[in-house]
């Protein structure tokens, strides 16, 4: 079992940046692949960025050269620094978890971002 808690959402204005957490804990945070997905209002939740064991990276066609994804084995978080934030990445946004060898996701509870333009 995987207990994702997400930190870090609010309001933002446009063109500035912003840095969600999440923490997990129940497993060994080694093992996990992590990402953040985003649900925007009124559509489907979507791919922001994954990091897996290896620190290999993904990005969301919409979110590349801005978003960067990163990993802390240490304090067992993984952060998404969002620069250059646009009104369109306004989202309800959600740490993902999955252990390397498995297909079942774990999810957080989400945290709102609101960017204004």
């Known amino acids: 079992q995987v207990h994702l808690v997400e930190s870090g959402g609010g309001l933002v204005q446009a063109g500035g940046s912003l840095t969600l957490s999440c923490v997990a804990s129940g497993s060994i945070f080694s093992d996990l692949n992590m990402g953040w997905y985003r649900q925007p209002p009124g559509k489907q939740r979507e791919l922001v960025a994954t990091?897996?064991?290896?620190?290999?990276?993904i990005y969301g066609e919409s979110v590349a050269g801005r978003f960067t994804i990163s990993r802390d084995k240490a304090k067992n978080t993984v952060s998404l620094q969002m620069s250059s934030v646009k009104p369109e990445d306004t989202a309800v946004y959600y740490c993902q978890a999955q252990f390397r060898w498995g297909s079942i996701d774990y999810w957080g509870q989400g945290t709102q971002v609101t960017v204004s333009s």
């Open positions: 990091i897996d064991s290896g620190y290999a990276e």
